[in-house]
């Protein structure tokens, strides 16, 4: 994983509450963040009014890369916890890159990770829950790099778009085939090939 943090003098640091919105759908910016501490919700508002979770950040990556050249922000970024942040202005990061070409690599990989995730979810949107919920923990996993989760059920729901009656049908399912084993917020992924083969059923 590249390692920002020979790069951060170059940003503002900011260390924000928990509820605190970093940027709206709609909103212009001209910089991208870093997140050194914390969680991070990215939320999109949809037509009906509903504010469906498309993604979680976690410390060490990069939000809002899209926003750097003054595009209109797409989704909203929540925090759901204290988090310590460092934002990038294009004017810094414009001069930081000209110092260490490999900082630009990183972000044009990281905005391309990003963009890719969003397709993804795009081809998802309207698939059952099955292979919705499948895609969400896998892609967790894959941030957190373990196997133990820790994440509330009514986010889950927020992110598929369903009940949570309808994603607890779905996780008593997996119990009893020992997908998955759930202790209070905590979900332990016991096989993973047949959540990849879950998932992997997307049309």
């Not at 498309?54 to 922000?73: A, C, K, M």
């Not at 499948?134 to 196997?147: I, S, T, V």
Request: hydrophobic fraction near 40%; charge should be positive; include cysteine.
């Amino acid at each position: 994983m590249f390692d920002w943090s020979p790069y951060l003098d170059h940003a503002e640091k900011r260390s924000l509450k928990k509820g605190k919105v970093l940027f709206r759908q709609g909103d212009v910016l001209n910089g991208f963040y870093f997140l050194n501490e914390g969680k991070v919700m990215i939320s999109v508002l949809r037509e009906d009014g509903y504010d469906r979770i498309i993604d979680l950040v976690f410390p060490d990556t990069l939000l809002g890369e899209q926003l750097i050249d003054g595009n209109t922000s797409f989704t909203t970024a929540t925090l759901l916890m204290d988090s310590t942040l460092y934002y990038f202005s294009k004017e810094r990061f414009e001069s930081l890159t000209e110092q260490y070409p490999e900082v630009s690599r990183e972000f044009s990989c990281s905005l391309i990770k990003k963009l890719r995730m969003l397709a993804k979810i795009n081809s998802m949107k309207n698939a059952p829950i099955d292979i919705q919920l499948a895609h969400f923990l896998l892609n967790l996993r894959e941030k957190k790099r373990q196997n133990a989760l820790e994440v509330e059920q009514k986010l889950i729901s927020n992110y598929i778009g369903k009940s949570r009656v309808a994603v607890w049908k779905v996780l008593k399912d997996w119990r009893l085939r020992n997908i998955v084993v759930t202790s209070g917020k905590t979900f332990i992924i016991k096989d993973i090939e047949a959540l990849r083969e879950i998932e992997s059923a997307v049309k």
